[in-house]
């Protein structure tokens, strides 16, 4: 089975979800296919933030979509789809983030052609151009926030993604992640108070 390795459009008409994942299951490759291309943008998405590495999102994305097309037929429909594909894509990404962690996290700093280039810092677009000061302010928190990121456990950073990133609710959060909202609120509070006091002196 072959997966789109670029993101395509979301479907502009609803989609029968349930009886697509029914006919996925029964083998009709359509169906998953039309599967893949209503959740593609999402699942990127989510990599995207929690493992802030283009490279790296793809290859959850492709990693996340072969393992739902392996496990399908598992899917009893005891959960929302969403949240059971959810659940799989932040498993792989908590395993990369635990791989990080093993190789002390590797610099974000890079060899380009032009000289070495921050990577933490292009992943802010939104500065004011017109204002160096200002640029050179929101570079140095970018670096800073990545840098906090890191000192997170991988399921602390995970959890302060999702909640701060994605605007999942907690109750969501603890589903995708086999655990309850109560364990999922306490990560998140764990993941502030490490975030702010490695911030503290920038605010």
């Not at 996925?24 to 990127?44: I, M, P, T, W």
């Not at 799989?88 to 590797?106: A, F, G, P, Y």
């Not at 991988?154 to 086999?178: C, K, N, S």
């Not at 909202?181 to 702010?196: D, I, P, S, V």
């Amino acid at each position: 089975m072959q997966i789109a390795g670029t993101v395509t459009a979301k479907l502009a008409v609803p989609i029968d979800e349930a009886g697509l994942i029914r006919a996925a299951q029964k083998g009709d490759q359509d169906a998953f296919e039309r599967l893949v291309r209503a959740y593609d943008q999402s699942v990127l998405r989510v990599a995207m933030n929690l493992l802030r590495s283009p490279e790296e999102a793809r290859d959850v994305y492709q990693e996340a979509f072969l393992k739902v097309y392996k496990n399908l037929h598992l899917f009893r429909f005891d959960c929302s789809f969403h949240t059971w594909l959810y659940r799989i894509v932040t498993n792989i990404c908590l395993d990369h983030l635990r791989r990080r962690k093993v190789r002390k996290e590797e610099s974000t700093v890079v060899e380009t052609s032009d000289g070495p280039m921050d990577r933490a810092a292009t992943l802010e677009e939104d500065s004011p151009r017109g204002n160096p000061e200002r640029q050179m302010w929101n570079a140095q928190l970018s670096d800073r926030i990545q840098r906090a990121l890191g000192q997170l456990t991988p399921r602390e950073r995970t959890v302060f993604e999702l909640r701060h990133y994605e605007g999942l609710r907690l109750r969501a959060i603890g589903d995708m992640l086999g655990t309850t909202e109560e364990a999922a609120k306490n990560c998140l509070f764990r993941a502030t108070q490490k975030m702010r006091a490695s911030l503290e002196s920038l605010l």
